[in-house]
Nanobody, 117 residues
């Protein structure tokens, strides 16, 4: 069984920063794409950022220039550095990992990010 352990969420004022971490209990050799998604009440879960095995990144338009996704293969961990946070960034943030051999999709438990005005 694969587990994704998230940390780093919390309460911050608008303009502040947080860094989310997600550690995967699986060999790095099985990991393809890693990413972060978020969800608020009344909304579908939406893409925030992804990073491929080759290091290519993709960001939602709403976070470009403010958020940075990265990965550390020595720790089987993906990070999301969030700067210049806005109240509309408030959500539960979920880590996602796509595995290969066999291919499968795993989700973290979610971590709450709250940005006050």
């Amino acid at each position: 069984q694969v587990q994704l352990v998230e940390s780093g969420g919390g309460l911050v004022q608008a303009g502040g920063s947080l860094r989310l971490s997600c550690a995967a209990s699986v060999s790095i050799f099985r990991i393809d794409t890693m990413g972060w998604y978020r969800q608020t009440p009344g909304r579908q879960r939406e893409l925030v950022a992804t990073i491929s095995r080759g290091g290519n990144t993709n960001y939602a338009d709403s976070v470009k220039g403010r958020f940075t996704i990265s990965r550390d293969n020595t720790k089987n961990t993906v990070y999301l550095q969030m700067n210049s946070l806005k109240p509309e960034d408030t959500a539960v943030y979920y880590c996602n990992v796509v595995l290969v051999l066999p291919r499968y999709n795993y989700w973290g438990q979610g971590t709450q990010v709250t940005v006050s005005s």
